[in-house]
């Protein structure tokens, strides 16, 4: 700066070394003689669309400017972007005085990672990060069995999307992070799936990826109390639908619901007869949403706070009023699991196996005794004198076998193929009743899309040859003295699905049977995992359930999914004989199915809703202004 006849004259850089004025005019700023320069931050005067008054720092904003994250209730603005404005590039909307852009070289950027201190911004660790912290609810799961950890697993994954910078990286945040989840949850398919266990994982995980906008969204910036209650019912029905979405059976089954962790927990078992896993999975993902509030949010503590003792008040609440099963008498069941048979002739070895533990049963006065899924394989069953051997043991045990066919045969609608069936077997041979196993396990009894996907039967353990499905459910009658007991089997994860032991029940079943192998999974956590599925179902419909296996873990629930009796576990080759409580009664979740799955739509029809809303009263941005004058000067030449 320098006086020249009598003139204040400021240089292009005195002021500002980027030649700027703090509007973006790149000329010198002048007036009279003695005369204080002119323009919005000389004269304290607002730009029409730059910097507030009084000459603050470049790029800052008047509050309340915050438009785009705005609270889709009502509320405060979740992201901090300016309407109409690019806040990576801290534009704002409008032009500046001098006809520039307002001179914020990215401050409305930086001044939200400065409000998020400590958050992992670099690409590679924030990936890490995110596939850790997807990861982390398997260990809510058996055989780690943290089931408390589950209502706390999901906190950081929620608090690292919340700190995404912009909607994309919300989106992928929410990928990584199903990614993890993925591949923890299902990592014992790796002896079979090889490296298309990452493949699977990156498909699945896109599930994630709208879920994490919807994270994002509503607990992005600083939450209001509207915003808080509405992230703490929308985030759980978002990740809810995930589990609806992928427990269709082609995407591999509902497999790691996040409520399924709560299976020896009573109070969630108790939950679970009111709206089954689903009711039990939002329950969860509710009080890691409150959690994760009352961590990052200061302003919605108090709401967060209340929020989570309204879930342990509902929890009680539905402790002491819903409906329990009434008891109707009691059934012995045994089940056999003659542990690991392998090596050549292992089928007929099982086979005698199986009738060796079952013969020492005999005088203990049971009702029915169940053999494991694909107990009588290939090779056996053809022959005529199998069918007499097992007619033979019902004889000497005095009650019916039900074992598991897996092997070629004809359906009662004249298909032949590869069936796995549940067959029961009297004392004068097979009565008939069948059930063919309707859900089949992808590549493991059949390759989805032979035609293009046939290879993977070279580089894992994908099925040979596809199995046939069965084309309805079945309920047996077992002879009980003056009443049949009524049995609804399943095979293998057909447990997993909800809906399938509700129909059985539905159709008059007393008992759930369900046969199943996990050997090739033996040493991991598929066989405890399993095993828990019957707690659920129990619980869900009040009726007593059976799980039986080859090499274990074999168990049994009663109706409220306590467990009754001792379970076998891997290392058993035994028998084992289960006095199961019978019911009566009928549960919420058995009369109304699946409704927590269609209360988690109707709240996200309402955001969707209540953001369209928004969006039509918002105002049109009108056409720019006129170009701004200084005081002696015109837009074409400012300053003179």
Known sequence: MRIRGGRLRVGRNAANPSGSNGSGGGGPVG???GGAPTGSHATGRPTP?????????????????????SDPTGGDAAGGDTAG??????????????????????????????????????????????LLAGALPALAFPAPGLWWFAYLALVPWLLLIRTARSPRRAVLDGWIGGIGFVIAVHHWLVPSLHVFIVLLAALLGLLWAPWGLL???????????????????????GWLLIELVRSWEGLGGPWGLLGASQWEVSPALRVASVGGVWLVSLLVLAVNTGVALLIAAPPARRTAGVLLLLCALSVTAIWAWAPRPGYAGTVRIAVVQPGIVA?????????????????????????????????????????????RRLAALSRRV????????????????????????????????????????????????????????GWATSVGKAAGEDRLRGDRQVVMTVPDGARGLRIGPLVCFETAFPDMSRRLVRDGAQVLVAQSATSTFQGSWAPAQHA??????????????VHATLTGISAAYGPRGDRVGRPLGTDASAAEVFDL????????????????????FAALAALCAVEGLRALRRPVPGPPGPPARTAHGSPGRPGR
């Open 581 to 600: 409580p019978l019911a009566r009664g009928e549960t919420l979740y058995g009369r109304f199915g699946d409704w927590p799955v269609y209360g988690a």
């Open 85 to 130: 404005g690019d806040t990576a590039g801290g534009r704002t909307s409008g032009p500046a005085s001098g006809g520039g852009s307002s001179a914020s070289g990215g401050s409305s950027a930086s001044g939200r990672d400065s409000a998020g201190a400590g958050r992992l911004v670099s690409p590679w660790p924030r990936a890490a990060a995110l």
């Open 398 to 453: 005095g009650a019916d076998l039900l074992v598991n066919v897996d092997a070629r045969q004809t359906d009662g609608s004249g298909r032949s193929g590869i069936f796995k069936s549940a067959v029961l077997v009297g004392p004068d041979g097979p009565t008939g009743d069948r059930y063919d196993k309707m859900r089949l396990v992808p590549f493991g009894e059949y390759v989805p899309a032979r035609s293009l996907l």
């Open 532 to 545: 828990s599925l019957g707690a659920l179902r129990a619980a869900e419909n009040g009726r007593p359930t």
């Open 49 to 69: 669309g730059g910097g507030p008054p009084g000459g603050g720092p470049p790029g800052d904003r008047p509050p309340g400017n915050d438009t785009t994250g």
């Open 31 to 33: 007036g009279p003689s």
């Open 215 to 237: 994270v994002s969204r509503l607990l992005g910036g600083s939450p209001s109390a509207r915003r808080a209650v509405a992230a703490v019912v929308v985030v759980p029905s």
């Open 343 to 387: 090596g050549p002739g292992s089928v007929a070895r099982r086979l005698d196996r199986g009738e060796e533990l079952t013969r020492a049963l005999a005088g203990r006065g049971v009702d029915l005794v169940v053999w494991g899924e694909s107990s009588i394989g290939a090779g056996v069953w053809e022959r005529p004198e199998t069918g």
